[in-house]
C-alpha cells in the first residue's frame, strides 16, 4: 500500500487544479475513473470566463480568477448579451450587476449590436451589453498545465483506475480502486457528477449534487459569412449562446438543463431540436445540416453555490464539489481555497478582496 499524504478523487478541472497546488505542500496522487483527465464535464464545456451568473458568490469567484486565467490557456475576446424586445428591465439589471466586477462593460443599441453579429433579427432584438475583456478558455491547455505542475512537484496521476471503496483506519483513510490500494491522511472528494457517490463509499452523508445534462450542436453557416470574429453571444434569459468554432462553423447551446444520473452523457433529440429552433429563432441563420453534437453534466448542490470545504462529520475527507457549469472559470479560485483549507495556510487575499470567505464555501451551510 502507497501512502501519501493527500489523494484527490477526480481529475476533472476542479481536482486537477486543486491537487496541483497541493503537491507543493505534500506527497499527493490524483485518482481518475477515466483513461483522461477532463474526459466528462471540463471537456465538454464551451470554456468562456464572464460574469452573466445568476450567483454574486460565482461572479465574485470569477473575479478572483481572472486574473489567473492567462496565456496559453485563455485569452481576451469579446462577450455580447443579448435582450429581446420586453427584456429591458433584464438588460439593465445585468448591466447593474456586470459592471461591479467589469466597469468597463458597455450598453449597447440593438443597431450597435447587429453591427458585431450581423444575423440577430431585427425584429427580437432591443438592446446588448458587450463585454470586451471577457475570457475565451482551452480546456485542454489549462488540464495539461495543471498536470504538468502536478507532476513536477513529484505528484502522480493515476488515470482509468475507479475508486470502489473508502474506509477511514485511525488518522487516515485508505481507498481501494479495481487495481491497487492507497492511504492517505486526507481526501479531496472533487469526483463532479459522482461526488455523492464517492461520499457514500466512505459512508458519509451525501450533499444532495443533481447531475444536469447540457446540449451542444455546431454547424457550418451557409455562403461566405466569416463568422471567426463575433463575440461569444449570450441570451440575457436563459435561451441560448453560440460562438464561433473557426471561420465558417458555429457552436450553439439551448442551455437545457435535464437532470441525470451520474454517466457518460449523450445529447437527446429533443434538445438537439430545441438548439437549432433557438438559433433560428434569434438569427437569420438556418441550421441545415448538424456537424456535431454532444452533451455535458452541469453538476449543482440544492444551493447552487460551489463547496470546498471539510465534511464536519469525517476527519479528513474535504469537498470539492458543485461548480455547475462554471468550473473552469472559477477553478483558480476554487485550487486557492483548497490549498489554504488543506494546507492549512492564511486564507487567499485574492478571495478575500471579492468576499468570498471559509464559510460562504463550507459544506456546513448546507447542513
Same mark, same amino acid.
Given at each position: 500500500?502507497?501512502?501519501?499524504?493527500?489523494?484527490?478523487?477526480?481529475?476533472?478541472?476542479?481536482?486537477?487544479?486543486?491537487?496541483?497546488?497541493?503537491?507543493?505542500?505534500?506527497?499527493?496522487?490524483?485518482?481518475?475513473?477515466?483513461?483522461? $483527465?477532463?474526459?466528462?464535464?471540463?471537456?465538454?464545456?464551451?470554456?468562456?470566463?464572464?460574469?452573466?451568473?445568476?450567483? $454574486?458568490?460565482?461572479?465574485?469567484?470569477?473575479?478572483?480568477?481572472?486574473?489567473?486565467?492567462?496565456?496559453?490557456?485563455?485569452?481576451?475576446?469579446?462577450?455580447?448579451?443579448?435582450?429581446?424586445?420586453?427584456?429591458?428591465?433584464?438588460?439593465?439589471?445585468?448591466?447593474?450587476?456586470?459592471?461591479?466586477?467589469?466597469?468597463?462593460?458597455?450598453?449597447?443599441?440593438?443597431?450597435?449590436?447587429?453591427?458585431?453579429?450581423?444575423?440577430?433579427?431585427?425584429?427580437?432584438?432591443?438592446?446588448?451589453?458587450?463585454?470586451?475583456?471577457?475570457?475565451?478558455?482551452?480546456?485542454?491547455?489549462?488540464?495539461?498545465?495543471?498536470?504538468?505542475?502536478?507532476?513536477?512537484?513529484?505528484?502522480?496521476?493515476?488515470?482509468?483506475?475507479?475508486?470502489?471503496?473508502?474506509?477511514?483506519?485511525?488518522?487516515?483513510?485508505?481507498?481501494?480502486?479495481?487495481?491497487?490500494?492507497?492511504?492517505?491522511?486526507?481526501?479531496?472528494?472533487?469526483?463532479?457528477?459522482?461526488?455523492?457517490?464517492?461520499?457514500?463509499?466512505?459512508?458519509?452523508? $451525501?450533499?444532495?449534487?443533481?447531475?444536469?445534462?447540457?446540449?451542444?450542436?455546431?454547424?457550418?453557416?451557409?455562403?461566405?459569412?466569416?463568422?471567426?470574429?463575433?463575440?461569444?453571444?449570450?441570451?440575457?434569459?436563459?435561451?441560448?449562446?453560440?460562438?464561433?468554432?473557426?471561420?465558417?462553423?458555429?457552436?450553439?447551446?439551448?442551455?437545457?438543463?435535464?437532470?441525470?444520473?451520474?454517466?457518460?452523457?449523450? $445529447?437527446?433529440?429533443?434538445?438537439?431540436?430545441?438548439?437549432?429552433?433557438?438559433?433560428?429563432?434569434?438569427?437569420?441563420?438556418?441550421?441545415?445540416?448538424?456537424?456535431?453534437?454532444?452533451?455535458?453534466?452541469?453538476?449543482?448542490?440544492?444551493?447552487?453555490?460551489?463547496?470546498?470545504?471539510?465534511?464536519?462529520?469525517?476527519?479528513?475527507?474535504?469537498?470539492?464539489?458543485?461548480?455547475?457549469?462554471?468550473?473552469?472559470?472559477?477553478?483558480?479560485?476554487?485550487?486557492?481555497?483548497?490549498?489554504?483549507?488543506?494546507?492549512?495556510?492564511?486564507?487567499?487575499?485574492?478571495?478575500?478582496?471579492?468576499?468570498?470567505?471559509?464559510?460562504?464555501?463550507?459544506?456546513?451551510?448546507?447542513?
Amino acid at each position: 500500500m502507497a501512502h501519501y499524504d493527500f489523494i484527490v478523487i477526480g481529475a476533472g478541472i476542479a481536482g486537477l487544479s486543486a491537487a496541483a497546488r497541493l503537491a507543493k505542500h505534500g506527497s499527493t496522487l490524483v485518482i481518475e475513473a477515466e483513461s483522461a $483527465p477532463g474526459f466528462h464535464s471540463s471537456g465538454r464545456s464551451a470554456a468562456f470566463a464572464h460574469y452573466d451568473m445568476a450567483s $454574486p458568490m460565482v461572479r465574485a469567484l470569477t473575479a478572483a480568477s481572472m486574473p489567473l486565467l492567462t496565456e496559453p490557456a485563455a485569452h481576451e475576446h469579446p462577450a455580447l448579451f443579448i435582450a429581446a424586445k420586453g427584456e429591458e428591465a433584464a438588460l439593465a439589471g445585468l448591466f447593474d450587476a456586470y459592471r461591479e466586477w467589469a466597469p468597463e462593460v458597455e450598453r449597447l443599441t440593438a443597431d450597435e449590436a447587429r453591427k458585431l453579429v450581423p444575423v440577430l433579427r431585427e425584429d427580437w432584438l432591443s438592446g446588448a451589453i458587450l463585454d470586451r475583456r471577457a475570457k475565451k478558455l482551452d480546456a485542454h491547455a489549462m488540464l495539461e498545465g495543471h498536470r504538468k505542475q502536478l507532476l513536477e512537484s513529484g505528484g502522480t496521476l493515476d488515470c482509468g483506475n475507479e475508486v470502489i471503496a473508502l474506509r477511514q483506519e485511525g488518522s487516515r483513510w485508505v481507498v481501494e480502486t479495481r487495481n491497487d490500494h492507497h492511504s492517505a491522511g486526507t481526501i479531496v472528494n472533487a469526483a463532479g457528477a459522482w461526488a455523492d457517490h464517492i461520499a457514500r463509499l466512505a459512508g458519509i452523508a $451525501p450533499l444532495g449534487l443533481q447531475p444536469l445534462r447540457r446540449t451542444v450542436i455546431t454547424y457550418d453557416v451557409a455562403g461566405a459569412l466569416n463568422v471567426s470574429g463575433w463575440p461569444f453571444t449570450k441570451t440575457v434569459g436563459p435561451d441560448l449562446y453560440f460562438e464561433a468554432e473557426g471561420q465558417g462553423r458555429l457552436l450553439a447551446c439551448p442551455m437545457d438543463e435535464g437532470p441525470s444520473q451520474p454517466c457518460d452523457a449523450q $445529447p437527446d433529440e429533443e434538445d438537439i431540436a430545441l438548439a437549432a429552433w433557438r438559433v433560428e429563432q434569434i438569427t437569420t441563420l438556418e441550421v441545415r445540416r448538424l456537424a456535431g453534437k454532444w452533451a455535458g453534466l452541469r453538476s449543482f448542490l440544492p444551493d447552487r453555490q460551489p463547496v470546498a470545504g471539510f465534511d464536519g462529520a469525517a476527519s479528513g475527507f474535504f469537498w470539492l464539489a458543485g461548480q455547475g457549469g462554471f468550473g473552469l472559470q472559477t477553478s483558480p479560485a476554487m485550487a486557492l481555497a483548497t490549498e489554504a483549507l488543506v494546507a492549512r495556510l492564511d486564507w487567499p487575499d485574492a478571495l478575500e478582496a471579492v468576499g468570498v470567505s471559509k464559510q460562504s464555501l463550507s459544506p456546513e451551510r448546507l447542513a
